[in-house]
């Protein structure tokens, strides 16, 4: 996965971050730019600051402090939070897998797809390219991961559903949605406890 | 005799690639079943866990693995078996069991997926129930090193003609004996304790 997949904004200033390289990324707001660098290490080079050697955990850590306070701003509910050129593709069917003629398992077929846009607001919407609309409330997501370039998320008596994301992070979608979802449940008087396999939420103690 | 074959292809790849350590391997029995628990930083992991074991190994995949065709046909023989990820995998519990049944050696990344920072992620609900029904022993096995090689968001130089061989350590911990669990409400009591062991032993190795 390339850098941007990680730094999907800019740890330093929020701002929107390019995906031209692999290896490097640069923020399209204060221009610094972020690379990678020996032992896992990334460089960060603000255009008017001295260059400095940081974690992958550091700036991951301010990342999701500003994609906080970027949802706390937020006035009007309806508001678009998070837009994605993506294709949708629903998995219908599970291919079992043998060894030795013994079942092992299956894998979900994935086939086609269509294109649109997937719209993070106060619900989730995919908006295909014929104008077709799918809504989905928080509550209906019943699991929530990364699949290489793709975001896949298991809708209540839908089914799994993926977003191959065209230019965005996955990371970007995992983030924002696991932040709308425990907000959900918030209101309700519930955390989550985990997202994997399914989301299962508890009660929270006062 | 493939599996022996792809192990022996990986040794001489790895071996050359990077600085190989291998510690504690003494915990790891000559035979009868046991778990393997590794923490997951970087995309070559299994493929270490695999080719380094001295048990050959049979790991929970991720089913989305397998939509590969080449991953459909090699996978298995090698070890491979799917899990899937985004709902409860009642098949992936029966096909483990079936192996450590058989007296094979079963690998798990309790994580679920790779960690971003190379920190270690919490642990799966799924996996601790599934240790505490299995009745086997537990050995952890720490991975240092690969996250500098390979991060989730970065690749890993397969050749790296500057000759620098980068060191990584898989380190094998005691094994760990959690007992019998059989019941639902024996694996809930027994819960908490598990996860916090099966964590403080996957980070004594890697840190």
């Known amino acids: 996965m390339p850098i941007y997949d990680l730094l999907y904004r800019c740890p330093l200033c929020d701002s929107e971050t390019t995906t031209s390289l692999s290896n490097q990324t640069s923020c399209l707001g204060c221009k610094t730019i972020f690379s990678n660098s020996v032992d896992s290490q990334i460089l ?5 600051e001295p260059a400095y050697l940081t974690s992958a955990r550091m700036l991951n850590l301010s990342m999701k402090q500003l994609l906080k306070v970027r949802f706390d701003c937020v006035s ?39 294109a649109g846009h997937l719209i993070l607001s106060n619900s989730l919407e995919f908006v295909e390219t014929k104008g077709v609309l799918h809504h989905w409330n928080f509550d209906q997501i019943k699991s929530l991961q990364i699949s290489s370039d793709a975001i896949q998320l298991y809708m209540q008596e839908k089914g799994l559903h993926q977003f191959k994301l065209i230019e965005n992070s996955p990371k970007l979608w995992e983030d924002n949605l696991k932040l709308a979802i425990s907000r959900c449940y918030l209101k309700q008087n519930l955390e989550i406890i985990s997202y994997q396999p399914v989301i299962k939420t508890g009660r929270i103690k006062i | 005799m493939f599996y022996h074959f792809v192990r022996f292809i990986g040794r001489i790849y790895f071996r050359m690639r990077l600085n190989i350590q291998i510690e504690g391997e003494h915990f790891i029995p000559p035979k009868g079943p046991f778990i393997l628990i590794l923490n997951h930083v970087s995309d070559i992991d299994p493929f270490l866990a695999h080719t380094f074991c001295p048990r050959l190994l049979s790991t929970m995949t991720k089913s989305s693995a397998f939509r590969f065709k080449f991953v459909r046909i090699l996978g298995p023989l090698v070890g491979a078996f799917p899990a899937l990820r985004f709902r409860v995998d009642p098949q992936v519990v029966r096909v483990a069991l079936r192996l450590l049944r058989e007296g094979k050696a079963v690998g798990i990344f309790p994580e679920g997926e790779r960690s971003w920072d190379g920190k270690l992620r919490d642990i799966k609900m799924g996996t601790v129930k599934f240790l505490l029904k299995a009745n086997v022993p537990v050995i952890p096995c ?66």
């Open chain 1, 76 to 114: 009007n509910p309806d508001q678009s939070l998070l837009r994605s050129e993506s294709i949708m593709a629903i998995v219908s069917e599970y291919q079992p897998i043998y060894s030795k003629k013994k079942l092992m398992g299956y894998t979900e077929i994935i086939r086609g797809g269509t």
């Open chain 1, 44 to 48: 960060v080079q603000p255009q008017r």
């Open chain 2, 142 to 207: 720490g991975i240092v090193g690969s996250y500098n090689i390979a991060p989730r968001w970065g690749k890993m130089d397969l050749l790296n003609l500057t000759g620098k061989r980068e060191t990584v350590i898989l380190r094998y911990g005691e094994p760990i004996f959690f007992g019998s669990h059989n019941s639902r409400s024996a694996r809930a009591n027994a819960f908490l304790a598990t996860r916090s062991k099966v964590e403080h032993s996957l980070l004594d190795l890697t840190t």
